[in-house]
C-alpha cells in the first residue's frame, strides 16, 4: 500500500485503497443451522464495517505521502473478480507479495493476474514495501508476443521517464504480428515514445527462462522488470511451472506484468 502511494505521488496521480471481504457463506442451509447462517451473516456485515472504517486512516497515509487525490472502495465477494472489475476504473493495479497475508503468496497474486481481465499488474516483493519507488534502470522482457507489448503500452508513462531502458530479447514467439511485412520493431514504437533503449539478446544459462530472465534484470541492475504474463496455455504453465510463476516467486524487484 505504501509503495502504491508514492508510485502514485512521483507521478503525480490518484490512488485507491481496496478491501475486499469474503462473502457470507450461503451454502449452510438456514433450516438446518439458522444460528451458524446468522453468525457467518453478522461477521460479514462487521467485516465491511470495519473495512469502512478504515478509510480515514488510509486517506490521511495518503495525504502523508503526497497524495491528495486518493479515495477508499470495500467490496465483499471473490479477490481476483473484485480486481477484474476495479481494474477496468484504473490503469495499475498495485499488489504486495507477502508470505503473511492470504492474497499475497505467489500463487494467490498468479489467480489475481489471470482473473484481473488483462490489467496492469505491478507485484512489489516484501523487500520494496515500504521504499520509494526507484525507476531509474528498467528491463523489458521482450519474446514478441502480444503479451509483452501489452506490458510494455502499460509501462510507457514509467519508461519515459526512466534513465536506462534495456530491452532483454529472447527467442519470438508466433504472433499474428508475423504476417506482415516488414515485422513489428520495438525499439522503433520506443523510440517514437522518445524512448532510447539498449539492446540485449538474452542469454541461455541453461536453466528455466524466468531465471533467465532474473538474472538478466540483475545483471543490469534494473529497478523494475516489465514483461507479458502467462504467454503459453495458461493451465499448462501454472501446473508445470514457467517464466510467469518463477518470476512471482522468485523477483527481488517489482515486476510490471500484463496478461
Given amino acids: 500500500m505504501e509503495y502504491a502511494i508514492r508510485l502514485a505521488a512521483a507521478f503525480g496521480a490518484s490512488v485507491t485503497g481496496v478491501c475486499v471481504c469474503p462473502s457470507p457463506d450461503v451454502t449452510m442451509s438456514v433450516y438446518d443451522a439458522p444460528d451458524l447462517v446468522l453468525e457467518s451473516i453478522e461477521e460479514a456485515r462487521q467485516l465491511m464495517g470495519d473495512a469502512s472504517a478504515a478509510e480515514a486512516s488510509f486517506l490521511a497515509l495518503a ?4 497524495v491528495t487525490d486518493a ?3 470495500v467490496a465483499d ?4 473478480h473484485s480486481m ?3 481494474g477496468n476504473w484504473h490503469d495499475l493495479l498495485v499488489l504486495g507479495r507477502t508470505s503473511s497475508l492470504a492474497w499475497g503468496s505467489s500463487s494467490a497474486i498468479g489467480d ?3 482473473g484481473c481481465g488483462g490489467a496492469p499488474c505491478l507485484i512489489v516483493p516484501p523487500e520494496m514495501h515500504d ?3 526507484v525507476l531509474n534502470r528498467i528491463a523489458i522482457a521482450w519474446n514478441g508476443s502480444a503479451e509483452a507489448l501489452r506490458a510494455v503500452h502499460a509501462a510507457l508513462p ?6 536506462v531502458v534495456i530491452l532483454n530479447r529472447g527467442g519470438n514467439r508466433a504472433s499474428p504480428m508475423d504476417q506482415w511485412l516488414p515485422g513489428f520493431e520495438l525499439t522503433g514504437y520506443l523510440q517514437r515514445h522518445g524512448v532510447i533503449a539498449e539492446t540485449h539478446v538474452l542469454s541461455d544459462r541453461g536453466e528455466a527462462i524466468g531465471g533467465d530472465l532474473l538474472h538478466a534484470a540483475g545483471d543490469v541492475q534494473a529497478d523494475l522488470l516489465v514483461m507479458g504474463g502467462y504467454g503459453h496455455a495458461r493451465l499448462r504453465e501454472w501446473i508445470l511451472g514457467g517464466a510467469t510463476r518463477e ?3 522468485k523477483a527481488m524487484i517489482p515486476v510490471l506484468m500484463r496478461h
Fill in 158 to 163: 514509467m519508461l519515459i521517464r526512466a534513465k
Fill in 84 to 86: 477484474k472489475l476495479i
Fill in 112 to 114: 489475481i493476474v489471470l
Fill in 131 to 133: 521504499k520509494p519507488p
Fill in 71 to 73: 479515495f477508499w472502495q
Fill in 247 to 249: 518470476v512471482l516467486e
Fill in 77 to 80: 465477494g471473490d479477490v481476483p
Fill in 63 to 66: 495525504r502523508e505521502l503526497g
